[in-house]
């Protein structure tokens, strides 16, 4: 396992962080899926004998259950061994007093007195404006100073100028954002991860694997690989462009199975900053050209078509069928489409009025693709 300093913290810090979100599950009596719990604690504790010194959970994970097992995994010693976080469902806070009662009851799910990093989950413009009417530094300095906490960071998912602001406005000691080869010119950006590093605030990499798509690429990609010299798997690419840069303190991996996280364990033996060279990065390039050109609707998300009077969510519907050609999974669309449905924007509500495509700037053929993508969807 390969170690870095963990920003101004003083702290080492293994570059692969055990992610506990995609744990193992078992159908329990109810029918319901529950964390196969023994497994569970088989693999983190696996990991950890091995070299893996970064927890990662959240009070949401698992429908909750995600803190109380990862707490029960860290018992007999390896609390000790490892810097565990956790983070605030800032969804549920609507005044200041919520977040010391969240983080208490966080604690006592965990059953441990003090967590190493305490994140603000899922940041983005508007929640952070909320917490910010909250005076949210005022608690994460208390939670410091009666020893609840050690550091203070934020997970985020919105856009560049607003991981800025975030970045700017408190004296954080890590930022956890969204980094892979096809997104470094989405959320918080590649540009958002130098600026981190010019603050001095290190970044703990999620979905390095976007979702584990970038594990399983189309075959045309997968033949790229192939033909390339280096011979990694699509997987040890993904972890190695996230690896490469040097803010980058640890790259969280999800793992559910032990056969991941034995092969996690041996990418990560060799991730090292700065080991990709220009050929590599060169590659990568043409790796998310690939990738972008399986794109079908070259919707840009401006929003200016929205709202449409029937509710048509015109951009996250082209969202969803563009994501599941590129990363070659029809399901996925099928998933989103039965959301969009349920929530009452999806394309058979459209009335041909013409409003979309008359501001559209990318003159798309808007109405067409959406009964296309509905026929689709429906039957994927
Ligand atoms: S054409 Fe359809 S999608 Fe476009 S604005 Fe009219 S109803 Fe909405
Ligand atoms: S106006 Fe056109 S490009 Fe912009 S979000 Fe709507 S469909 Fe996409």
Known sequence: ???VPFGKTGLQVSRLGFGMMRLPVVKAEDGKERIDRGETIRMLRHAIDRGVNYVDTAYGYHHKESEVVTGLALKDGYRERVLLTSK???????RQSDMDRLLDEQLRKLDVSTLDFYLLHALNGEAFDKLK??????FLERAKQDGRIRHAGFSFHDDKAAFLRIVDDYDWAMAQIQFNYLDDENQATLEGLLYAQEKGIPVVVMEPLRGGALAEPPEEIRAMMRENGRGWSPVEWAFRY????????TILSGMTTMGQVEDNLRVFER?????????DHAFLKSVKQAYLSRV?????????CQPCPQGVQIPRIF??????YMLSRPRSLAWEYANIIREQGDGSLCVACGQCESVCPQQLPIIDSLRLIDLEARKA
């Open 88 to 94: 605030l469902p800032q969804w549920l806070v609507e």
């Open 133 to 138: 009417r909250l005076n949210y530094p005022a």
């Open 271 to 279: 991730i090292v900053p700065g080991s990709l060279d220009a050929a």
């Open 319 to 324: 969202e969803a069928y563009n994501e599941a």
């Open 296 to 304: 079908k609707i070259g919707c840009t998300a401006c929003n200016y």
């Open 1 to 3: 396992m390969q170690y």
């Open 242 to 249: 996230a690896g490469d840069f040097g803010n980058v303190a």
